[in-house]
């Protein structure tokens, strides 16, 4: 399964775009690019997943570019409830029954008033 | 509303003491999986269930064993815990099959501790 790296921390402001990059330079054809987001004392919650380009919902926007070699999750306007670790993950694709996921360290963002 | 259960949420057992944890799913998902995450580190995946097949991982110790009776529940089994399992164990459920990968649905956790 294809290695991640990220920062382990950033800080940020109420109302600021906050953009945490991830590098995962030995994806697979058949990997997708999946963020989940975790507070503390509660079990990590999906935010968004792509495989390439742009995809966009409600609560985030994820960029990733034709190598597919890093990607870029986008959190527009940060609240002081956005403060979480956001985990990057590449989990297999449609070839496979599970879309196991291993975790790296995670970026802890901290957003100040 | 849909969800993954998991009881207790904190549960303390002795040095040596077998303990079970639990895990409900009413979202009818054909794969539950079982992390263990330790204090300001991320969620180890240490085994999973497609359907009635068992998954484990290669690092996972025998001392961790699991159960699906039906496919609402699944159970988490140390069978003589040691300090080092002192954790946070979270279960999470998503689709399975061809055409994923499928978003995980976690559980709030249950919190071990040894004494």
């Known amino acids: 399964l294809a290695k991640t790296t990220q920062p382990i921390s950033m800080d940020s402001y109420e109302g600021q775009e906050v953009n945490i990059t991830c590098s995962h330079n030995?994806?697979?054809?058949?990997?997708?690019i999946t963020w989940y987001q975790q507070f503390p004392s509660q079990g990590p919650r999906f935010i968004i997943q792509g495989y390439k380009t742009k995809v966009t919902n409600e609560v985030a926007s994820l960029f990733i570019p034709a190598d597919r070699k890093s990607s870029t999750l986008s959190l527009p306007r940060v609240s002081l409830s956005d403060t979480a670790v956001y985990y990057c993950?590449?989990?297999?694709?449609?070839?496979?029954?599970?879309?196991?996921?291993?975790f790296g360290q995670g970026t802890t963002l901290q957003v100040k008033p | 509303d849909a969800m993954v259960i998991q009881n207790p949420r904190y549960q303390v057992t002795q040095f040596g003491k077998p303990v079970t944890l639990s895990c409900s799913q009413t979202?009818?998902?054909?794969?539950m999986y079982w992390y263990q995450q330790k204090s300001s580190q991320a969620p180890k995946l240490l085994f999973h269930y497609y359907d009635k097949d068992f998954n484990n991982e290669a690092d996972t110790p025998d001392n961790f064993q699991s159960r699906r009776p039906n496919t609402s529940f699944c159970f988490l089994d140390i069978r003589s815990p040691g300090l080092g399992d002192a954790a946070m164990y979270l279960c999470?459920?998503?689709?399975?099959?061809?055409?994923?990968?499928?978003?995980?649905?976690f559980g709030p956790g249950t919190r071990l501790t040894v004494t």
């Open positions: 979202l009818n998902h054909n794969v």
């Open positions: 030995n994806i697979a054809t058949n990997d997708y």
């Open positions: 993950l590449v989990p297999p694709g449609r070839s496979s029954n599970t879309g196991k996921l291993i």
């Open positions: 999470a459920t998503s689709r399975g099959g061809g055409g994923g990968p499928y978003e995980q649905y």
